[in-house]
């Protein structure tokens, strides 16, 4: 299996806050108006997926594994190529905490020289979206 992660990512929220957020997957209805619609098409979600539209195909994302303000995991359930995805969480400070999402997949050499450069930048982006997201302002309404 070939692992991309994404640089560390630091989030002005507690990990409680963090993980509380992304673990129900209805929060997002909280955020959704922020993403930009060019970016995430076909977006929809319940408590425990995601379904959206990807450069390479539909994708739909389910919560396979929860560890309470540490990680989440995801495995794809419908996709071109079928991955697994983590997010971890780890404090660093009273209110604040770090962030890194990895990815494993399947690649036979071939594929992974096309894709590798893509996966990593999409990663990033990733990242960084979920490193903005006011994890303080959600928890509280």
């Known amino acids: 299996m070939t692992k991309y992660e994404s640089s560390i990512k630091s989030i002005e929220a ?5 993980y509380e957020t992304l673990s129900d ?3 997002l209805e909280k955020i959704k108006q922020r993403l930009p619609e060019d970016k995430v098409k076909g977006l929809s979600f ?7 539209e990807a450069p390479m195909g539909k994708v739909t994302m389910h919560i396979v594994e929860k560890e309470p303000y540490k990680c989440i995991k995801f495995t794809t359930t419908a996709s071109p190529l079928p991955f697994n995805l983590w ?16 990815v494993g997949l ?6 992974k ?5 893509p ?9 960084t979206m979920l490193a903005l997201i006011p994890y303080n302002e959600i928890k509280q309404q």
Do not use: H, W, Y
Not at 14 to 18: D, I, L, M, R, Y
Not at 87 to 102: F, N, Y
Not at 119 to 127: G, N, S
């Open 14 to 18: 507690s990990p409680q806050a963090v």
């Open 25 to 27: 997957l209805n929060n």
């Open 46 to 52: 319940d408590a425990e997926s995601i379904t959206m």
């Open 87 to 102: 997010i971890q969480i780890v404090p660093s400070g009273e209110a604040a905490c770090k962030m890194r999402l990895t």
């Open 106 to 111: 399947e690649l036979n050499p071939f594929m």
């Open 113 to 117: 020289g096309m894709v590798q450069k």
């Open 119 to 127: 996966l990593q930048e999409m990663l990033e982006k990733i990242a």
